[in-house]
C-alpha cells in the first residue's frame, strides 16, 4: 500500500481518491508517520428507502383531532386569555 505525504494528498486528492475508490487505498502521512488510510467505502443497495405512510394502522388517530382545543387556540390568536 503507497503511502503519501499531506501534501502530495492534497496537490493529487482527485487522483487518489479515484484510485482508492477502485481498490488501492492509500495512507496520508505527515513527518513519515501514516495518520489516515483511506480506503473505498462500500455502500449496500440493498438498504430499501423509508416509505412515506409506513406506520399507517400502527396508531389510532382519532376523528376530532384537528378540534382539539379549538375553542383555546382561537382564544390565543384573538389575543383573548
Known amino acids: 500500500m503507497k503511502a503519501v ?5 492534497k496537490t493529487h486528492l482527485s487522483r487518489l481518491v479515484e484510485e482508492a475508490a477502485g481498490g488501492e487505498p492509500f495512507i496520508i502521512a505527515k513527518n513519515g508517520k501514516g495518520l489516515v488510510k483511506v480506503v ?4 449496500s443497495d440493498t438498504t430499501p428507502p423509508q416509505r412515506i405512510g409506513m406506520l399507517q394502522g400502527r396508531y389510532n388517530i382519532p376523528d376530532d383531532f384537528d378540534a382539539f382545543a379549538k375553542d383555546d387556540i382561537e382564544k390565543m390568536f384573538n389575543g383573548e386569555e
Not at 5 to 9: F, G, K, S
Not at 40 to 43: D, G, K, R, W
Open 5 to 9: 505525504n499531506i501534501h502530495e494528498a
Open 40 to 43: 473505498a467505502l462500500t455502500v
